[in-house]
């Protein structure tokens, strides 16, 4: 359980961080449009934090990490959620900064993001297989 909660709580310090930079540097730069880094701050509180916390709650009261398909989401999904957000980030910047992108670059920032989509969805999946193959464990 205490992993899961610091897990959870690195990931409430990320979403802090994110959002106050998002914030200060939109400011700084005077940017008023849309962009990819406003996204950043809910993806990390939703999809780090809260998650977490859950899968703790989940973790006292089933066996959820003795199984197979739990230990393969945990490498995933905390391989995945951290180059979703990075690539959130890169776009973002850009977007703010204004930069020239290069066709090439601009595909490779999005092939990035689906993959690491990707290993989000496959790690979600993989976290209900192993959630409904767990069994109870307190009553």
């Known amino acids: 359980m205490k992993k899961y909660i610091n897990l959870a709580f690195t990931y409430a310090i990320l979403a802090l961080v994110s959002g106050v930079f998002y914030r200060e540097f939109t400011k700084i730069q005077g940017y008023t449009e849309r962009t990819t880094l406003s996204v950043t701050h809910t993806h990390l509180f939703m999809l780090g934090t809260i998650m977490f916390l859950?899968?703790?709650?989940?973790?006292?009261i089933t066996n959820l990490e003795e199984q197979k398909q739990f230990k393969l989401f945990m490498k995933l999904y905390n391989i995945g959620l951290p180059f979703m957000?990075?690539?959130?980030?890169?776009?973002?910047?850009?977007?703010?900064?204004?930069?020239?992108?290069?066709?090439g670059a601009s595909s490779a920032i999005s092939g990035i993001a689906g993959v690491s989509h990707i290993l989000v969805g496959i790690s979600i999946v993989l976290l209900f297989i192993a959630l409904r193959n767990s069994k109870k464990i307190k009553e």
């Open 54 to 60: 859950i899968i703790g709650i989940f973790s006292l």
């Open 85 to 103: 957000v990075i690539m959130f980030f890169v776009r973002g910047i850009l977007q703010v900064m204004n930069a020239p992108l290069s066709k």
